[in-house]
């Protein structure tokens, strides 16, 4: 009886995903759609907290910083709701005193004030766009506190000889440094070096480093890959919720600005997400 109980219901389930469903119109699916304009990046002030260290751009130059008003200016024309960063979410009221000050044009003239923010991408390229669309505040949505030990995964990988792992992740790395410094070094653009971290052969790179990879490190006893993993995803996980969250029911246009890394993760979560949709910077920018 339970079986045919089960097979009842399976039957039920089959059909109903069969049966036509009754098309909305579009506008109406629309307006209950938001868009996240996703802006991967790298750290424009380079802090070194990245397992690959790559070169450093020069994002105060003349050139740089008239790529910066040009894609701010396309961004306004976007007419993003809001502008939502990599910044820890716990420490909302530092970065809005910070963008107090950015509005008031008082950072820049004030020489105790440290110049690591003013070369960050939140103070380039966030910050700028806010102040062009007339948005009160920036929203910080990075939540921080997990854990990633990559220095214990090598250190397992070195222990279990998996020299074919270990050998991906150098190379990953090395990889990936590589391709980035040569663009600095050719004198590439601003916006070419974003467009490249926002391929979609460098997101499933940087997923599958981060989360499928780690997954075959130790012997059927040792986690520290999964973990690591894991920890990667609740991190990118957090950051999503806490997009979401920051946005009110009227916020149609968000802009993302995160680091290349988190877009990629975060963009297969908004892919499954029926209510939000996403469109690219180098779109924006046609």
């Known amino acids: 009886m339970i079986y045919k109980t089960v097979w009842a219901f399976a039957v039920f ?12 119109p579009e506008s109406q699916e629309s307006q209950n759609t938001k868009q996240v304009l996703l802006i991967g990046t790298f750290h424009y002030n ?9 070169k450093s ?3 105060l130059s003349e050139s740089a910083q008239a790529e910066l008003e040009e894609i701010s200016e396309k961004i306004k024309e976007y007419k993003p709701d809001q502008v939502l960063v990599e910044w820890p979410y716990n420490e909302q009221q530092e970065l809005d005193s910070l963008y107090q ?9 004030n020489d105790n004030l440290s110049s690591y923010y003013q070369k960050s991408e939140t103070f380039q390229l966030a910050f700028r766009v806010a102040k062009k669309a007339g948005l009160p505040s920036v929203k910080a949505v990075d939540y921080r506190n997990t854990d990633f030990p990559f220095d214990s995964l090598m250190t397992v990988t070195a222990q279990q000889n998996q020299t074919t792992l270990q050998k991906k992740f150098t190379e990953g790395i090395e990889r990936f440094t590589q391709e980035f410094d040569e663009k600095i070094e050719s004198g590439a653009s601003l916006l070419d070096m974003t467009y490249y971290l926002n391929t979609e052969e460098l997101r ?8 499928q990879v780690p997954l075959l490190v130790g012997d059927r006893d040792n986690f520290v890959g999964a973990y690591l ?9 957090y950051m999503w919720a806490l997009a979401q969250k920051a946005t009110q029911p009227n916020d149609k246009r968000i802009m993302l600005l995160l680091g ?27």
């Open 57 to 59: 751009f020069d994002i």
């Open 13 to 24: 389930f089959v059909l109903l995903s069969c049966s036509p469903k009754t098309n909305q």
């Open 46 to 54: 380079n802090p070194g907290a990245d397992v690959a260290q790559t």
């Open 204 to 211: 499933q790179f940087s997923n599958e480093f981060h989360t």
């Open 101 to 109: 000050l950015y509005l008031a044009d008082n950072y820049f003239t």
């Open 260 to 286: 290349s890394s988190h877009v990629a993760m975060i963009k297969n979560f908004i892919d499954k997400n029926p209510d939000w949709d996403t469109v690219e910077l180098e779109k924006i920018m046609q």
């Open 229 to 237: 993993a894991s920890e990667w995803y609740r991190r990118n996980l």
